[in-house]
């Protein structure tokens, strides 16, 4: 079965820092991988998608993330964080073969510090 | 309204009481879901109907029980429950049921059982 790992549950940074987080699945097929966020009291939002294509995904808020299929890694980054980034990410993934169950990682939550 | 909306966005209730959560989606969708979110647990797909059928039950218990009457609205009726059904249940609607279709989450509604 698959599965998605986040592994790391909160990630504390300054204000204006980079950050990564880091999602890792486990899959020998081909997959769909997405961001969400949710901010407190919220549902989730699509922060960004990869279906096929370009490897590096851009997505809203000035976030990023790169498909590595052979580390099987789509880490979310950003090159610089404001407050109002404070919020959990969750990483998700499917199958390439039309199915459509999201198994989401466990969340990471972002903490930004003035 | 606009995206998916969830009433009522809290509720408590007793072991033995009957109670309803209601989702509605204005986006047009074809598909629905109800997902699981508990404290320090990933999302848990509980339902999904596609154009009015139920095409995934999750091995969930039978004191949960979806009704999806038209592919705009989508309710999960709850009776007998017990307290580690306390979580925060989302909804999500999608265009349909691919994996490459985007799901949009409602703000959930918290349901605390005591």
């Known amino acids: 079965a698959q599965s998605v790992t986040q592994l790391d549950s909160q990630v504390p940074v300054f204000e204006e820092a980079p950050v990564e987080l880091r999602c890792n699945y486990s899959?020998?097929?081909?997959?769909?991988l997405f961001w969400y966020v949710q901010y407190p009291n919220q549902g989730l939002q699509l922060l960004l998608k990869?279906?096929?294509?370009?490897?590096l995904v851009k997505g809203i808020n000035g976030f990023e993330a790169e498909f590595n299929k052979s580390q099987t890694s789509f880490h979310l980054r950003k090159p610089s964080v404001h407050i109002s980034d404070t919020a959990e990410y969750f990483c998700?993934?499917?199958?390439?073969?039309?199915?459509?169950?999201?198994?989401f990682g466990s969340g990471t939550r972002l903490l930004v510090r003035p | 309204e606009t995206g998916v909306t969830q009433t009522p966005r809290h509720l408590v209730m007793g072991m033995t009481n009957k109670k309803s959560l209601k989702c509605e989606q204005h986006?047009?969708?074809?598909?629905m879901y109800w997902y699981k979110q508990s404290a320090k647990k990933p999302l848990e797909l509980m339902f999904v109907?596609?154009?009015?059928?139920?095409?995934e039950n999750n091995s969930v218990p039978s004191r949960f029980s979806p009704e999806c009457p038209n592919s705009s609205h989508l309710f999960l009726h709850l009776h007998t429950l017990q307290p580690e059904d306390s979580a925060l249940y989302l909804c999500?609607?999608?265009?349909?049921?691919?994996?490459?279709?985007?799901?949009?989450f409602g703000p959930g509604t918290r349901l605390t059982v005591t």
């Open positions: 999500a609607s999608s265009h349909g049921t691919a994996s490459s279709y985007e799901q949009y």
């Open positions: 899959s020998s097929v081909s997959v769909y």
């Open positions: 990869y279906l096929s294509g370009s490897t």
């Open positions: 998700a993934v499917t199958p390439g073969d039309s199915s459509y169950k999201l198994i």
């Open positions: 986006l047009g969708h074809n598909a």
């Open positions: 109907y596609s154009l009015e059928e139920r095409v």
